[in-house]
C-alpha cells in the first residue's frame, strides 16, 4: 500500500550524530527550517562513547550523550524540528529542482527539496556476550578516541587490515605493549604498514588466534584467546580491548539510487557533499571512511547544509 503524502519539507536531514546536527544548525540559521529524523539510535555512535576529550572547546573533556544533547537543543534553539524516526524507503528524483520522497518507519511519506543524509556508519564486532557487555568499560572500536584512557597500560587490537595495524601503531606510543590478534596466517594490511607493526618493539603480532573470552566483571581486567589452528588457549592481562575489523555504512536504503563505493560508502563530488542526485548531500562517517572523527563529520555536516542551501537558491 502507498503511503499517502503528508508533508512538504524544503530540507530534510536523516540522521542525528555531529554531521546531522552540525546540518541542521547552518541549515536553520539560513531559514531552511530543517526537520531532522533521529534513526535508530539518535546521537549516533558518539552515544556509545563515555568521554569524548579531543573535540574542541571541552577543556575538560564531556561525554558523548551530553555533547550529542547540547548539539540537539542548539539545533533546536535555531528552530529545527527533531523527531524520532527512521527513513525506511526512498525514491530520489533525478531533476533539477525535483522532489524527494522519502518514506519514515514503513508508514509516513515525506517530500523533501533537499535532503542531507548523515545516517553514519557502524563499527562491526565480534558479536560476543562478553564483549558486547562491557563496551564502554574497555571494549572500543575507535583506538584514536579512546586510546588516550590507556596511557602506559597493556591492550589487544582485533584485526588484520590497515585501519588495525595504524591503530596499533597509534597504541603503541601510548601503551606499554600492544597484542595484535589476526585471524588468518597474515595480516591484510599492505606492505607498508606490516613492516611499521614489525618494526615497533611493543607491538606483538599473534596469527591464527581470535578472542575467545573477554574477562572482566564491570571492566576489561584480560582477554582469552584461542589458536584457531591448534584449539590451544591462552590468556593475557590487559585493560583495553580495541576492535578494528571495519565499519558498515548505513546506506542499505539508497542502495542503486546513490553512487556508492565497493563498501557502500556514499561518494561525494570534489570538495563538495554533493551525490550523483541533484539535491541530495551527504555528509559524516557516511562518506568518510578516512578520518571518521567528530569534528570532521561535524565540518562535512557545515558543508552540506551550505551546498543545500545554493542549491535551492539556484531554483529561486
Known amino acids: ?57 571541552y577543556p575538560e573533556g564531556i561525554d558523548g550523550p551530553t555533547m550529542m544533547m547540547q548539539l540537539q537543543q542548539q539545533a533546536e534553539r535555531f528552530g529545527t524540528e527533531v523527531r524520532i524516526g527512521m527513513a525506511t524507503a526512498v525514491e530520489l528524483s533525478n531533476q533539477q529542482g525535483g522532489w524527494h520522497k522519502i518514506t519514515i518507519d514503513n508508514s509516513k511519506t515525506v517530500l523533501a527539496q533537499t535532503v542531507i543524509i548523515s545516517t553514519g556508519a557502524t563499527a562491526k564486532y565480534l558479536g560476543l556476550p562478553s564483549e558486547q557487555r562491557l563496551r564502554g568499560g574497555g571494549v572500543s572500536a575507535c583506538a584514536v578516541c579512546d586510546g588516550f584512557f590507556y596511557k602506559g597500560q597493556d591492550v589487544a587490537i582485533v584485526g588484520a587490515g590497515d585501519t588495525a595495524a595504524e591503530e596499533a601503531t597509534y597504541l603503541s606510543n601510548l601503551c606499554k605493549s600492544v597484542t595484535m590478534l589476526v585471524r588468518k596466517e597474515s595480516m591484510r594490511a599492505s606492505k607498508a604498514m606490516q613492516h611499521r607493526v614489525n618494526n615497533t618493539p611493543n607491538i606483538t603480532v599473534l596469527y591464527n588466534t581470535e578472542v575467545d573470552e573477554v574477562l572482566g566483571e564491570q571492566v576489561v581486567e584480560g582477554l582469552r584467546m584461542v589458536n584457531n589452528q591448534t584449539g590451544e588457549k591462552s590468556e593475557i592481562e590487559i585493560t583495553g580491548l580495541f576492535i578494528a575489523i571495519g ?19 556514499l561518494i561525494t563530488h570534489g570538495k563538495s557533499t554533493k551525490t550523483n542526485k541533484p539535491g541530495v548531500f551527504a555528509c559524516g562517517d557516511v562518506q568518510d571512511h578516512e578520518y571518521r572523527q567528530a569534528i570532521t563529520a561535524a565540518g562535512t555536516g557545515c558543508m552540506a547544509a551550505l551546498d543545500a542551501e545554493r542549491y535551492l537558491a539556484t531554483l529561486e
Open 247 to 265: 565499519h558498515k555504512p548505513n546506506t542499505e536504503i539508497f542502495d542503486g539510487q546513490i553512487e556508492m563505493d565497493e563498501t557502500g560508502y
Open 1 to 57: 500500500m502507498q503511503a499517502e503524502i503528508q508533508e512538504k519539507i524544503k530540507c530534510l536531514i536523516i540522521g542525528s550524530g555531529p554531521a546531522g546536527y552540525t546540518a541542521a544548525i547552518y541549515a536553520a540559521r539560513a531559514d531552511l527550517k530543517p526537520v531532522v529524523y533521529t534513526g535508530m539510535e539518535p546521537g549516533g555512535q558518539l552515544t556509545t562513547t563515555t568521554e569524548v576529550d579531543n573535540f574542541p572547546g
